[in-house]
């Protein structure tokens, strides 16, 4: 065999839900390719919207936001800016594909497209998501591109592939047959993460010359009334993270979890986790590492509990695909409720009948966080005394959540509309009970509803 290097490879990779150079597979491969030949250039590309312009096929979203929220919009923008700094320090840099609008003749999937046929790319590397849209935009490039070789890595799940044969129909049923089969509840070892790279191959030097081509990523300042904590990048990721398990909050998170507020009640890991600043699997190593040295109890069992519904929503949208955005999900029936501009309005707006929706509604419209427990409410509400169509819902938790997760969103915004993976049919919150039982004093309500 010979030992030849292969002809000049120019690795591109497209960055999407996977924004960090920790425990980063596809960089790791996108190098790894990239050494295999004499003259290798590495272009790292994030391309905004990038699902939303080139996909042309309608595959059935019904309702959609133009644009992000203002609280998304800047998590995103400091995770794109403190992923440049990464990536410079490791001898590249990002290239931010920003587009102007949808339909501008200068959208991300033209520029994608230009810098694709002006630097002959060879490879693209992008990491494996239950991003239906996205996937389906990355099969748009693959028809456009047959001569280009794509290489795909798991990047955002505990596991590489779905842990079970099939999905079983309930949570319940995965958990145990997860538990069971795997060997993931050992806090003897650790799970495997992918190495970073000490140094990357070079950007081509045309691009590395005139970076004006492209839009430089840059942090918004505009947080006035913002929640100070959440800010977006990996670097913040990997601090919260310690932060977060030097604390003695892990050890009572069973007890606190149901909580509206309190920033040290939940774990807050759900943005960075969300567009991928943080690994799961390096959450996971960090969680077993709290139980070796500190204390495994049912509270540090119940957050990997909580990363199982996250994985078992993954797994789910992979397993439904675009039925994880019908009417009727995964049922036969669709509900009964529908649309009503007013009413729809009203609860965006935190203007309906009940003080705790709106309160949880204000939240949401200032940070871009709302709590589990706070979700769950404002989504019954949604479906059950306003009588609105869920997937309106899940569209506007799309545009503003800053942990926005397609697969998360929209798989518990169908488990709670009785046509996802719910054995039990579809739940209703007693209001009046919730706000006693998590709002005794009115604390939240003051808070928010000012
Ligand atoms: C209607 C509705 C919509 C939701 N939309 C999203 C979304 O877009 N993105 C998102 O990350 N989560 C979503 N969730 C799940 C959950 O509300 C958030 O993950 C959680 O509130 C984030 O806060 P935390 O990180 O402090 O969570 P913790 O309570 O500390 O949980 C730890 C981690 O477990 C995972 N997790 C916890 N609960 C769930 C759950 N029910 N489903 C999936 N993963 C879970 C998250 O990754 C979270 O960071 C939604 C829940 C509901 C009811």
Redesign the pocket.
Known sequence: MSNQPVEKRVVLVLFHNDLRVHDNATLTMATQLASESSDARLLLVYAAFLADTLNQKNWGQSYHFEEMGQARTRFLEESLSDLDESLQSLGNKLLYLKGTDSTDTLSSAVQLCQLIDEQGVTDICVSQTADYAQNLAYETLQNKYPQISWHSQSTATLFATMPTKELPNSFTQFRKKVEYSHNLLNAQKGVDISPMPKRLPPIPESLAQNPECFFAAQASDERAQLEPRFKGGETQALAHLERYFDSRAPSI?KST?NALDTWSH?????PW??NGSLSVQTLLNRLRCYERQVIANDSTYW?WF??L??EY?YWYAMTHQKDLFLFKGISTQPPSTGYDKQRLEQWQNGATPYPIVNACMCQLNNTG????RG??LV?SAFIHELELDWRY??TY??QQ?I???VA??W???QY?AGVGADPRGCRQFNLKKQTQQHDPNGDFRDKWLV
């Open positions: 998170y979890r939940t774990t807050k890991f759900s986790l969300a957050i909580e990363l519904w996250r929503f966080y709302m709590s589990n979700r769950q989504a819902g899940a938790f799309e959540l942990d926005y997760d998360s969103n798989g518990n915004w709670l």
